[in-house]
């Protein structure tokens, strides 16, 4: 009766009932009957199957392991609900509610209308550092295909050399290094349907641009040691740059700028900065970020030490972050606008909790809370048992 719900399953009693007052021989053929297809059921699912005729899959690996690496790696991306995708974002990339809504539009179209011989999408977030671009492209394949696995990130910082296109799309025949495979075409072959992040791909050589138009106009990536050609039509490529960063903050800056505007406005600040004109014509969309401010800091704050806290299998107590440590966190990005953005801030305030966060789990705690005493944060262990006395503090820490 597996798949019926309660009211199927009442409905056939009932019916048993009625059939064996009219016929009690043909009420028993029934529930025989029943029964064994049950068992019938039960063979065929393999589980009580006699092992020479088992499916070899079931007797000699595990089927299930094997199956959702298949299914993972051959699953194609289906249309999806761009608003759903959009608030899972918004959850945890915060202050980036334009670039999300209009990214998820952006994504559906083009699952919806796929280009035959064609990535899904080529796409570039701009920005200020440390404002979330690679963070959401480390987000949306979590959300898009639900595991890490399908992201290859690639540092385009440390290809500012037209020969370094040897380490991405391998060397031929006889070259030194010909027996590796290059980045780009290893990723493709192992796992076609993923994102390809070419992280801060303006500090890579323009040669090295140009090796992509390939990718992205004819919908193959050629490895050079064997020639083998790995289409790229399940791929979806982010690159992010931050070139012309500060023309467009000063721009979005003017809350009446539409998200619309400010990606047009990126797109040119694009081309001021040297993109070949080739590259940029080959970029469907360019998204710009704008910089965090007032409260979006401290919610980043905050999220990056439950994030740390959690490192330490600790969890912080509700209401447990002292609001002066955020409100220091808004005050010292304010004043000193840090190079690095929010993670600098966010990365001097787990440097502070750090020592406190071994000591409180040393100390066999569970929950913590954070205090501000000055410059520094004290990392406060919670009893559970005793929620109204508070132990004292188990480290404190001076600020660099
Ligand atoms: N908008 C945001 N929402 C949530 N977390 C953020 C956001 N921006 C930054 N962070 C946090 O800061 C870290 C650094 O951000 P990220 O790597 O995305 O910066 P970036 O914009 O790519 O900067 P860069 O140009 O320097 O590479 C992230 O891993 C994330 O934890
Ligand atoms: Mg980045």
Same mark, same amino acid.
């Given at each position: 009766?597996?798949?019926?719900?309660?009211?199927?399953?009442?409905?056939?009693?009932?019916?048993?009932?009625?059939?064996?007052?009219?016929?009690?021989?043909?009420?028993?053929?029934?529930?025989?009957?029943?029964?064994?297809?049950?068992?019938?059921?039960?063979?065929?699912?393999?589980?009580?199957?006699?092992?020479?005729?088992?499916?070899?899959?079931?007797?000699?690996?595990?089927?299930?392991?094997?199956?959702?690496?298949?299914?993972?790696?051959?699953?194609?991306?289906?249309?999806?609900?761009?608003?759903?995708?959009?608030?899972?974002?918004?959850?945890?990339?915060?202050?980036?509610?334009?670039?999300?809504?209009?990214?998820?539009?952006?994504?559906?179209?083009?699952?919806?209308?796929?280009?035959?011989?064609?990535?899904?999408?080529?796409?570039?977030?701009?920005?200020?550092?440390?404002?979330?671009?690679?963070?959401?492209?480390?987000?949306?394949?979590?959300?898009?295909?639900?595991?890490?696995?399908?992201?290859?990130?690639?540092?385009?910082?440390?290809?500012?050399?037209?020969?370094?296109?040897?380490?991405?799309?391998?060397?031929?025949?006889?070259?030194?290094?010909?027996?590796?495979?290059?980045?780009?075409?290893?990723?493709?072959?192992?796992?076609?349907?993923?994102?390809?992040?070419?992280?801060?791909?303006?500090?890579?050589?323009?040669?090295?641009?140009?090796?992509?138009? @390939?990718?992205?106009?004819?919908?193959?990536?050629?490895?050079?040691?064997?020639? @083998?050609?790995?289409?790229?039509?399940?791929?979806?490529?982010?690159?992010?740059?931050?070139?012309?960063?500060?023309?467009?903050?000063?721009?979005?800056?003017?809350?009446?700028?539409?998200?619309?505007?400010?990606?047009?406005?990126?797109?040119?600040?694009?081309?001021?900065?040297?993109?070949?004109?080739?590259?940029?014509?080959?970029?469907?969309?360019?998204?710009?970020?704008?910089?965090?401010?007032?409260?979006?800091?401290?919610?980043?704050?905050?999220?990056?030490?439950?994030?740390?806290?959690?490192?330490?299998?600790?969890?912080?107590?509700?209401?447990?972050?002292?609001?002066?440590?955020?409100?220091?966190?808004?005050?010292?990005?304010?004043?000193?606008?840090?190079?690095?953005?929010?993670?600098?801030?966010?990365?001097?305030?787990?440097?502070?909790?750090?020592?406190?966060?071994?000591?409180?789990?040393?100390?066999?705690?569970?929950?913590?809370?954070?205090?501000?005493?000055?410059?520094?944060?004290?990392?406060?262990?919670?009893?559970?048992?005793?929620?109204?006395?508070?132990?004292?503090?188990?480290?404190?820490?001076?600020?660099?």
């Amino acid at each position: 009766m597996t798949g019926l719900n309660w009211v199927g399953r009442l409905g056939i009693v009932i019916a048993l009932i009625v059939i064996e007052k009219a016929s009690p021989a043909l009420a028993w053929f029934l529930v025989v009957a029943a029964g064994l297809a049950a068992t019938c059921y039960l063979l065929f699912k393999g589980n009580f199957l006699p092992r020479f005729i088992m499916d070899p899959l079931e007797r000699l690996t595990r089927k299930r392991e094997l199956v959702d690496t298949f299914e993972s790696k051959t699953k194609k991306l289906a249309i999806i609900d761009d608003k759903t995708l959009a608030s899972e974002l918004k959850s945890k990339v915060i202050g980036q509610n334009g670039v999300v809504d209009s990214l998820a539009t952006r994504l559906r179209q083009r699952l919806a209308a796929r280009r035959p011989s064609k990535p899904i999408a080529v796409m570039c977030f701009a920005g200020a550092p440390g404002i979330g671009k690679t963070y959401l492209a480390k987000v949306l394949v979590e959300q898009l295909y639900g595991s890490a696995k399908h992201l290859h990130m690639i540092e385009m910082a440390q290809f500012d050399q037209a020969h370094a296109a040897a380490t991405l799309f391998g060397s031929p025949k006889g070259y030194v290094g010909s027996n590796e495979p290059g980045q780009i075409s290893k990723a493709l072959r192992d796992i076609p349907n993923s994102i390809i992040l070419l992280d801060e791909f303006e500090k890579a050589h323009r040669d090295i641009h140009k090796r992509f138009l @390939s990718a992205w106009n004819d919908g193959f990536v050629t490895e050079l040691s064997d020639g @083998s050609k790995y289409p790229t039509n399940e791929a979806i490529f982010i690159l992010t740059v931050n070139a012309g960063a500060r023309r467009i903050a000063e721009y979005a800056r003017d809350p009446s700028v539409t998200q619309d505007e400010l990606n047009k406005f990126a797109k040119g600040a694009l081309q001021d900065a040297q993109f070949a004109p080739e590259v940029l014509s080959r970029i469907d969309d360019v998204f710009a970020f704008r910089e965090l401010a007032g409260l979006d800091i401290a919610r980043v704050v905050a999220l990056e030490m439950e994030r740390k806290t959690k490192e330490y299998q600790l969890e912080i107590a509700g209401g447990g972050i002292d609001p002066d440590i955020l409100y220091s966190a808004i005050d010292a990005f304010t004043q000193r606008k840090p190079e690095g953005g929010v993670r600098e801030i966010a990365r001097h305030i787990e440097d502070l909790i750090a020592d406190g966060l071994i000591e409180a789990k040393a100390g066999g705690a569970n929950l913590v809370e954070f205090v501000a005493d000055g410059e520094r944060v004290l990392v406060v262990p919670v009893d559970e048992s005793l929620p109204a006395e508070k132990p004292t503090p188990a480290k404190t820490e001076p600020t660099g």
